[in-house]
């Protein structure tokens, strides 16, 4: 605490007064500087600006919003977002490099794609009426299982088709009855 009633205007060693603005030099706040829980939310009356980098050890707990208007890295081998519902927000695109576990449903609003190849080569969607599969890259789209292959319609279950690996049996269906068998 200050209890003087006049601050001259210079350097003071760590800090530099100009009027009612004090400015701590650079590098001379460290660990060494600053006893175990010395600066809280009880005596920071403002947002704290860092410009440069912020690099924290341990376990940190943020009780509000963490604003980031740059690059935001995480070295560590895990992310972990602990909050009273857990969900996480990213705007923008989240690049992942290994494998990726989902333990729930990943949901896709109408009209948002489920990409796949370099390129998009394949598009999984809903367009709010209608749901596609569609192969946009170059060879076949390949519908493979060492077990039989049912097309059905979702509702009551009616076979439409069922195409059978490993002999050259093709039964097609309508109004849920064989009309077509190939021999």
Same mark, same amino acid.
Do not use: E, I, Q, R
């Given at each position: 605490n200050v209890t003087s009633t006049a601050? /001259?205007?210079g350097d003071? &060693?760590?800090i530099t007064v100009s009027g009612s603005t004090w400015t701590i030099d650079n590098n001379a706040v460290n660990t060494a500087k600053i006893a175990n829980d010395a600066v809280d939310g009880n005596k920071l $009356? @403002? @947002?704290i600006d860092i410009a440069g !980098?912020?690099?924290v050890t341990g376990a940190t707990t943020l009780d509000s !919003?963490? *604003?980031? $208007?740059s690059d935001f890295s995480v070295n560590t081998n895990k992310f972990t977002v602990a909050g009273s519902d857990g969900d996480t927000t990213i705007a923008g695109t989240l690049g992942v490099t290994g494998a990726t576990t989902f333990d729930s449903n990943? !949901?896709?609003n109408d009209n948002k794609k489920l990409l796949a190849g370099q390129h998009g080569d394949i598009e999984i969607y809903h367009d709010g009426s209608h749901s596609y599969i569609k192969g946009l890259g170059t060879g076949n789209l390949r519908f493979t299982s060492d077990a039989d292959i049912y097309v059905q319609k979702n509702t009551g279950g009616t076979t439409l088709g069922v195409f059978k690996? *490993? /002999?050259t049996t093709v039964d097609l269906?309508? *109004? &849920?009855t064989k009309r077509f068998e190939t021999t």
């Open positions: 601050v /001259t205007n003071k &060693g760590d $009356a @403002n @947002n !980098t912020l690099d !919003t963490l *604003g980031v $208007a990943a !949901t896709f690996p *490993g /002999t269906y309508a *109004g &849920g």
